[in-house]
């Protein structure tokens, strides 16, 4: 909730909202963020890794937006969720009235034609509110051309074509669109913003948006049904669900690992990343979860993207770390100079550099996912199992080898911990597939690198002096990235080394729930200036540790002080600030499926240990 105060002729709006001040709505294909004030600042159209129409989440003077105001001299503004959808609510109140604006983008069962709808209403009082639609095509770096229409406008560029429709009257301001009218209490006024290259259609604006809110709301709340999880902390996880549901790719299957870019991971500072991108680690995490809550359909999708990928692989190459959506590659990175930057976050990156980077992990995640989905979805085919022999032999060849880890360092490669545990499982579940469908395999090379790997960990990465695990050959500095070894059941949960490598992470790494995932340039330079936040995929893992080792209650109590940091709506970013505020890129793939993960072991275990029945229905992914 926040409450703001008009100046002048407009609602105060100069400094950038907190991050978790947005709310994010989506078609499967984008998404938008609304923050405060009823202004979508971000969207880029047609798909997650376009170039933005709106960008003032990075320059509120420059980047573009789209707002509808009330008129409110003071006002408190709340958002909430349509229950069970993606369907977001801006409810601003104030002594002159009570208003509202519905935000949604438009998804039936079948795709559909591309649009955004919005409609605000006067719930109490008359309300006068001001409607500005600003767009700034290709981050703000080209012209458009605005053309009048019967019921609105159309935005051109070389590229892309918008059309504007509203049931109000509406004037061309420049390169804008605006409006400012009055609604009594009961009225409404309903805004489109769509594909030019869909026919026009037939139902006026006021007939559109009734229909596409029906549907919409209706494909939401089908597709939650088909959740299994039934246990404590159930709107929590489902919510974490709609908002991992939002980050994939109906037409393509993959995962981005957040949608959008230039929120920093400490303001003012550079840490900031383009996360518009299918990262196979977050992919391959994300369908884990959707399948543990019983989404089957989601895991198909990327593991048909995934196979493509796969089988486009040169001999003796290696995967890369990210793809563009539609499986293309990621081409370098470059800085959009011209903008102001979140807070003056800068550089505003676009792309990555990182797109090549050798990550052996990536191979661990991504077999892991493809054992469950053979165990719970459907069988590998033939083809896919000689695609993925080709992975294990990768793996059994190069595990030993540097790489730049799960956090990407860019100081050089090294032989990290969380890398040769996943070599392991990359390993563990090629020998497990093999045995368990009786496919042809080189099963003793497979087993006799696997058990090297293993053997590897407790020899070469483990600190007698700190009587922990270490983040990388030769160093005894903690990462907290360790904490995946009793996830992947690599080491037990209660094995002696494990425990004190446990205890080390809470010493060095924890502040309560929150969890560092090291710290900053302790054992090596990242050649970048700021600090980081806490990782709050780091801090759910952390709690699952502690559930799996028997320690439950304190795992409950922190599991739900992280819950409390939680944007308003429930979503989460990729950190938590020193001053418990959002940093980085909204929502994270990354926190969402491990507080699912971490939701789901909690809740057996307690289930358990108090007799009570209630927990998760469905067939629980156990390896």
Not at 229 to 245: C, D, F, H
Request: charged share 30%.
């Amino acid at each position: 909730m926040t409450t703001r105060t008009e100046e002048g002729s407009g609602m105060n709006l100069e400094d950038y909202p907190l991050i978790e001040e947005y709310g994010i709505i989506g078609d499967l294909s984008t998404v938008a963020l609304v923050g405060p004030g009823a202004r979508i600042d971000f969207l880029c159209l047609p798909e997650f890794d376009s170039p933005s129409v709106f960008a003032a989440h990075v320059d509120r003077e420059k980047g573009g937006c789209f707002s509808i105001t009330p008129k409110f001299s003071e006002v408190t503004e709340k958002k909430i969720y349509f229950p069970e959808t993606n369907i977001l609510l801006s409810r601003f109140l104030s002594k002159e009235g009570i208003a509202e604006v519905t935000d949604l983008m438009v998804v039936h069962e079948k795709e559909s034609n591309q649009a955004l709808v919005r409609r605000a209403k006067a719930v109490h009082g008359a309300v006068e509110f001001e409607m500005r639609c600003s767009p700034r095509f290709d981050y703000a770096r080209i012209e458009h051309r605005v053309e009048t229409l019967r019921d609105g406008c159309s935005f051109h560029t070389d590229d892309l074509s918008l059309r504007f429709r509203s049931d109000v009257p509406v004037e061309i301001d420049g390169q804008d669109v605006v409006a400012r009218f009055k609604l009594e209490a009961g009225e409404t006024a309903t805004f489109v913003l769509e594909s030019a290259e869909c026919e026009e259609r037939p139902e006026t604006v006021t007939v559109f948006c009734s229909r596409a809110f029906k549907e919409t709301a209706t494909f939401w709340r089908k597709w939650l049904s088909r959740c299994s999880y039934k246990g404590r902390w159930r709107e929590t996880v489902q919510r974490s669900a709609l908002a991992l549901k939002l980050l994939t790719s109906r037409r393509h299957g993959s995962v981005v690992a957040a949608p959008s870019f230039g929120f920093p991971n400490f303001p003012g500072g550079e840490r900031n990343w383009d996360y518009r991108y299918t990262w196979l680690r977050d992919a391959a995490f994300t369908t884990y979860a959707f399948m543990r809550l019983g989404f089957t359909e989601e895991a198909a999708g990327f593991m048909g993207w995934l196979e493509k990928r796969v089988e486009s692989l040169e001999e003796g190459s290696h995967l890369n770390v990210m793809y563009r959506i539609d499986g293309s590659p990621v081409e370098g990175e470059f800085a959009l100079d011209h903008l102001e930057g979140y807070r003056k976050s800068k550089p505003i990156r676009i792309g990555s550099t990182n797109n090549d980077q050798f990550q052996l992990d990536i191979y661990g995640e991504l077999m892991d996912s493809l054992y469950l989905f053979d165990k719970f979805g459907s069988p590998v085919s033939y083809q896919l199992w000689n695609q993925i022999c080709k992975l294990v032999d990768f793996v059994a060849d190069h595990w030993r080898e540097p790489d730049m880890g799960i956090w990407e360092i860019r100081d050089g490669k090294r032989e990290f911990l969380y890398s040769r545990v996943m070599s392991w499982v990359a390993l563990d579940r090629g020998v497990r597939l093999a045995l368990k469908r009786s496919r042809p395999a080189p099963l003793e090379r497979w087993i006799k690198e696997r058990d090297a790997a293993y053997n590897s960990v407790f020899e070469e990465f483990w600190s007698e002096e700190k009587q922990s695990f270490v983040q990388f050959k030769g160093t005894d500095a903690l990462d907290a990235s360790a904490l995946i070894m009793p996830l992947v059941r690599f080491i037990s949960p209660t094995d002696p080394k494990w425990l004190s490598t446990l205890e080390a992470i809470r010493r060095e790494l924890t502040e309560d729930s929150l969890v560092y995932r090291y710290r900053v340039n302790e054992a090596f330079d990242e050649h970048l200036e700021g600090e980081d936040g806490t990782f709050s995929i780091c801090s759910f893992w952390y709690i699952e540790c502690l559930s799996r080792g028997g320690n439950t209650l304190q795992a409950r109590h922190y599991f739900e002080k992280m819950l409390s940091y939680s944007s308003p709506l429930g979503l989460f970013s990729e950190q938590i600030g020193s001053e418990g505020q959002s940093l980085g890129n909204m929502p994270q793939a990354f926190t969402h499926l491990s507080l699912i993960s971490a939701a789901f072991e909690l809740d057996r275990r307690l289930g358990e240990g108090s007799g009570d029945d209630v927990g998760f229905t469905g067939a629980a992914p156990q390896r």
